[in-house]
C-alpha cells in the first residue's frame, strides 16, 4: 500500500469538512461536534489544534490523493490518538497502515484511543495495531446527542 503521512494543508481543509459532516461517518464516530455541518467550529477546531505544540495531527495520503487524518493530543494526562478515514475509503486497510506508520512516530507510551462500541471497524484497527482494551464508560456523544458506550484502549509497547 502506497500511504504517506504528511504535514496537514490548509487545502485539504475543505475535503475533510465534507467528510466530518457525513451522517454516516458522524455516526460510527459519535465523539464529533455537535454541529457537524458548522463551519465555523470546525475552522476554529483546526485553527486551535493546528497552533498547538502538543498535538501532532498529519494528513494520510495515497496514490490517489488525501484519504483521512490522524494525531495525538494529551487529555487529562493521557496521551491519545484519533484517525478518520475518508468515508468512500473505508474497510480498505488505510486506518490499519495510517496507524502503524503513526506509532513509528509518536513515541509516547502508554498511548490511549476510544472507540464507541458500535465501532466495531476502528476496534479491530486498534487490537491489530497492539492496543489491548482496558476499559469501557459512557459519556455523552456531541455528534450523536445521546450517550455512548466506549471502549478505552492502550498500547505500552
Do not use: C, Q
Request: no cysteine; aromatic share 8%; proline share 3%.
Amino acid at each position: 500500500m502506497d500511504l504517506v503521512l504528511r504535514a496537514l494543508d490548509d487545502a485539504d481543509l475543505d475535503r475533510i469538512f465534507e467528510w466530518e459532516r457525513d451522517p454516516t461517518a458522524v455516526a460510527m464516530a459519535a465523539f464529533t461536534r455537535a454541529d457537524p455541518s458548522d463551519r465555523a467550529a470546525f475552522d476554529a477546531h483546526y485553527a486551535r489544534i493546528r497552533s498547538n505544540p502538543d498535538v501532532l495531527v498529519r494528513a494520510i495520503a495515497d496514490g490517489d490523493g488525501l484519504v483521512g487524518t490522524i494525531g495525538s493530543f494529551t487529555m487529562e494526562g493521557e496521551r491519545e490518538i484519533t484517525y478518520w478515514i475518508a468515508p468512500s475509503r473505508w474497510g480498505r486497510g488505510l486506518a490499519s497502515a495510517a496507524l502503524g506508520a503513526f506509532l513509528l512516530v509518536e513515541a509516547t507510551r502508554p498511548l490511549y484511543a476510544r472507540v464507541a462500541e458500535h465501532n466495531i471497524g476502528s476496534a479491530r484497527v486498534l487490537a491489530k495495531a497492539g492496543f489491548a482494551r482496558i476499559g469501557t464508560e459512557t459519556s455523552y456523544a456531541d455528534g450523536v446527542g445521546r450517550d455512548v458506550v466506549e471502549h478505552i484502549y492502550r498500547l505500552t509497547a
